[in-house]
Nanobody, 122 residues
Framework: QVQLVESGGGLVQAGGSLRLSCAASGGTFSSYAMGWFRQAPGKEREFVAAVTWGGGTTYYADFVEGRFTISRDNAKTTVFLQMNSLKPEDTAVYYC???????????????WGQGTQVTVSS
């Protein structure tokens, strides 16, 4: 049973930076890729970024616009999301998720963390 725990969220001013972490435990053999999603109040959960454990292949949502970087530390089974040049529109709960395959849709992911709040002030 895979357990994912996010951390690193907080309150920052527009233009600031945050680094989110997602620690995976409990059996990661079935995890091919890790993704970050976010959800703002009244909005659908949306894809942010994904990375494969094996090759480190990455993919980003268009709104990232080069501002975010997803990475992973295989030895620590931890995934990171470095967020720079944050905008108020980035305010949301950010979720880490695990997929046995690869995808940008929530349905591709079978394990989810509890989420960490990111708030960007004007």
């Amino acid at each position: 049973q895979v357990q994912l725990v996010e951390s690193g969220g907080g309150l920052v001013q527009a233009g600031g930076s945050l680094r989110l972490s997602c620690a995976a435990s409990g059996g990661t053999f079935s995890s091919y890729a890790m993704g970050w999603f976010r959800q703002a109040p009244g909005k659908e959960r949306e894809f942010v970024a994904a990375v494969t454990w094996g090759g480190g292949t990455t993919y980003y949502a268009d709104f990232v616009e080069g501002r975010f970087t997803i990475s992973r530390d295989n030895a620590k089974t931890t995934v990171f999301l470095q967020m720079n040049s944050l905008k108020p529109e980035d305010t949301a709960v950010y979720y880490c998720a695990s997929s046995p395959n690869w995808g940008t849709r929530a349905s591709s992911y079978n394990y989810w963390g509890q989420g960490t709040q990111v708030t960007v002030s004007s």
